[in-house]
């Protein structure tokens, strides 16, 4: 077992680099949250709707947005427009978005739903003996941080408190193959979802969605 994860957080940690310099243009390019409120029409329809959930490649809700890395929201957008994730609306959308709204977009989203008040941390909820071990299985830790709330680099997801259902589909992607329409390709995060079994992955899913974090879908003012 320490082999394992021995193995895997140095592959977990590596992949840093290479994930975060996969879109590097885009990176590079800084951000306005102004005018990145003036370019998510696209974003809204799903993203601004509490509970909004989506129907292709499942039922499940869409990601809470608001609060999340703006790096790791460019790197996200910049797979979906490279094709190494793998859904058709997603892709649309951001075929149309130049490395400027990609930037522009995530700062947005990053500072969206942000309150000046400081709270102090809470615990996270212990997980069962059986999800505590696959938890170590995966080493999740070593790259979504501490809670699952602070990655060791911002081109990391924080994952604590998102979707449970998402979660588990997102997942479930990396493990998938040779389908045009659904997938994505991590060699990293591949491996450690092949580890598992899909109830294993929903037994993870569901314990680190229900952990406090900085994620919220944040109701735009037309749907309020």
């Known amino acids: 077992m320490n082999k394992l ?23 590079e390019t800084k951000g ?12 809204i329809g799903c993203h601004g709707i509490q509970g909004y959930q989506a129907s292709f490649p499942e039922v499940y809700k869409v990601p809470k947005i608001s609060g999340q890395s703006a790096k790791y929201i460019v790197a996200a957008l910049a797979a979906y427009k490279t094709g190494d994730r793998k859904h058709p609306t997603m892709r649309g959308i951001a075929d149309s978005l130049s490395d400027q709204d990609m930037a522009d977009i995530a700062l947005y989203y990053e500072a969206h739903g942000k309150t000046d008040a400081t709270l102090p941390a809470k615990p996270g909820k212990q997980p069962s003996a059986q999800v505590d071990a ?21 081109a990391y997801p924080k994952i ?54 900085d994620l ?7 749907f309020r």
């Open 32 to 43: 306005n949250a102004a005018a990145g409120e003036k370019k998510i029409a696209m974003c």
């Open 216 to 222: 919220k879908t944040v109701p735009e003012k037309k």
């Open 134 to 154: 696959l938890l170590k299985k995966a080493a999740c830790a070593s790259c979504h941080g501490e809670n699952f709330a602070k990655p060791i680099d911002p």
């Open 160 to 213: 604590a408190g998102q979707h449970a259902d998402y979660l588990f589909v997102a997942l479930k992607a990396y493990k998938t193959e040779g389908n045009n329409n659904i997938g994505r390709s991590n060699g990293v995060m591949a491996g450690i979802a092949k580890q598992f079994s899909n109830a294993e992955l929903k037994a993870l899913s569901g314990y680190i969605g229900s952990l406090e974090g």
């Open 5 to 27: 994860l021995t193995t895997m957080f140095g592959l977990a940690v590596a992949s840093v680099t290479a994930f975060s310099t996969l879109p590097a243009q885009a990176q």
